[in-house]
């Protein structure tokens, strides 16, 4: 592993010194234990701690596929699907194993004992296999996280529809949590120049997320002007969905939980914010009963925000415990766009504000390569910005995951795995002196 760090770090080796390098046998890696599956039964899910269900093992290279890249990782991320997997909610990831590995002789390699998880990368390829044109050793690049076969017609127009799709490191083996990779080679983009390895690996699978959900046609298809109920809007997808209502001529109205995640939407640009922890907003009277009264006070404090106008978006993951309150504040002809359920998957609403209001629900997952591509030209460009607020070594990845888990993290958390240092991996100083102050913004600098 010495020599690949070193031809990285040293910025001159060619594609030729990287196809010369030996590749190690085994490497380490951040991985569930199959035996470990039941550990935290009977717990709540709160005082499930994933400093004790992930380890940090030495793992055999997996072989490398046709149409696939083995990619040194300098840096990776947490998502919070790290967090699900790792407190084995809502089901263990190694179902999504075992169900992948009787698809092929290709994906048997998945459906192991083991678990290396992580859906976000940064680093440089180190090999390609069969039918891969487009990629070549030393290339320097960041992952996605779609994984797809494409062999069925379903997935042609939009590659999200692929019976066979699934994420990268979370219902895929060998992710990037780890110093090697095993990527399919349509999941790689260029790494963006200004970067260092930490904060290019960090917007990955919310960046593309936020993109679809709220941009793309596929999603909400925001227009110049609408205004977007963000929740959560300092997390990790959130901090990507006030960034692009802001670039894209829209206001968002930020709701948050705590004076801290205020000011960082501030410091986005925001200017409509809501603290939902100050203003004591709770749309359960008890776990059945829901509170139509809060849906109301919440529609009020948002046309205070725009001058009594409605949104015409709501940016939605929290799931139950506010999907009531969601679908009620939405404009007539609005749109609820939904990603995820962190508070639960069994939704309850007034359905008479939907359909005699023509509000529509639209479900959104990840993204396909090229919403993702676009979502990653952003960054490059400089247009939108990591939000990574703290890096960690690979061996802390458990504390990184329980912060995530815990809600005490801002925007994203960071991983270095081989990169031996933050601060490394910048190719274009000049962009990054130009955006400098928006690049650190998360990290309280
Ligand atoms: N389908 C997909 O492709 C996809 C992609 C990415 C993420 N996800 C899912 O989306 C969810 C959020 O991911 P993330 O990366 O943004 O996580 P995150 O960084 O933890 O941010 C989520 C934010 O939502 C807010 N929140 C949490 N629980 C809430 C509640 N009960 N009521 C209101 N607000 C609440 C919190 O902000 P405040 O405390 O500041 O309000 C939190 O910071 C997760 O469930 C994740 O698995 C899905």
């Not at 110093?179 to 080679?185: Q, Y």
């Not at 009963?289 to 978006?313: A, F, N, S, Y």
């Amino acid at each position: 592993m010495e020599s690949i760090l070193e031809a990285i770090t040293s910025g001159d080796a060619s594609p030729a010194d990287f196809a010369a390098l030996a590749v190690p046998e085994s490497y380490r890696a951040v991985t569930l234990h199959k035996d470990e599956e039941q550990m935290f039964a009977g717990l709540d899910s709160r005082d499930k701690d994933p400093r004790k269900s992930l380890h940090l093992d030495d793992v055999p290279v997996p072989e490398l596929g046709p149409g696939e890249a083995l990619v040194a990782v300098m840096a990776s991320a947490v998502n919070y699907n790290t967090v699900w997997s790792s407190i084995y909610e809502p089901v263990s990831t190694f179902s999504f194993l075992e169900r992948y590995g009787k698809l092929s002789p290709e994906s048997a390699r998945h459906n192991l004992p083991y678990h290396v998880l992580g859906s976000d990368l940064a680093g440089v390829v180190l090999r390609t296999g069969p039918g891969v044109h487009a990629w070549k050793p030393g290339d320097e690049v960041v992952a996605h996280c779609l994984s797809v076969e494409l062999e069925s017609s379903d997935g042609h127009n939009d590659t999200m529809m692929d019976p066979e799709q699934r994420i990268w490191g979370f219902e895929t083996n060998f992710g990037g949590l780890a110093e090697l990779a095993l990527v399919k080679s349509n999941q790689l983009m260029p790494k963006p120049a200004h970067l260092t390895w930490e904060e290019a690996a960090s917007p990955g699978l919310v960046n593309s997320t936020a993109y679809r959900q709220l941009v793309s046609r596929n999603g909400a298809g925001m227009k110049q002007g609408d205004n977007v109920l963000i929740w959560g809007a300092s997390g990790g997808l959130g901090s990507y969905a006030t960034q692009y209502a802001l670039a894209g001529g829209a206001t968002p109205i930020c709701v948050v939980g705590s004076e801290a995640k205020a000011d960082i939407c501030r410091a986005m640009g925001a200017e409509a914010i809501i603290d939902r922890s100050a203003e004591g907003f709770k749309f359960w009277k008890d776990e059945n009963t829901q509170d139509p009264r809060e849906w109301k006070r919440l529609g009020g404090r948002i046309r205070e925000l725009t001058g009594g106008e409605d949104v015409d978006i709501v940016f939605e993951h929290p799931g139950r415990e506010t999907f009531g309150a969601s679908v009620y504040v939405t404009r007539k002809g609005g749109t609820i766009v939904t990603c995820a359920s962190t508070s639960g998957y069994m939704h309850q609403y007034d359905n008479r504000y939907l359909w005699m209001s023509l509000k529509r629900i639209v479900g959104s997952h990840f993204a396909n390569y090229r919403e993702a591509w676009e979502a990653n030209r952003l960054i490059a460009k400089g247009k939108i910005h990591p939000t990574l607020s703290k890096t960690y070594r690979l061996e802390e990845t458990g504390q990184a995951a329980l912060d995530v888990h815990h809600n005490s993290h801002q925007g994203k958390v960071g991983v270095l795995c081989l990169s031996p240092a933050e601060g490394l991996g910048v190719r274009d100083e000049e962009l990054r002196a130009k955006h400098l102050p928006a690049i650190n913004r998360f990290k309280g600098e």
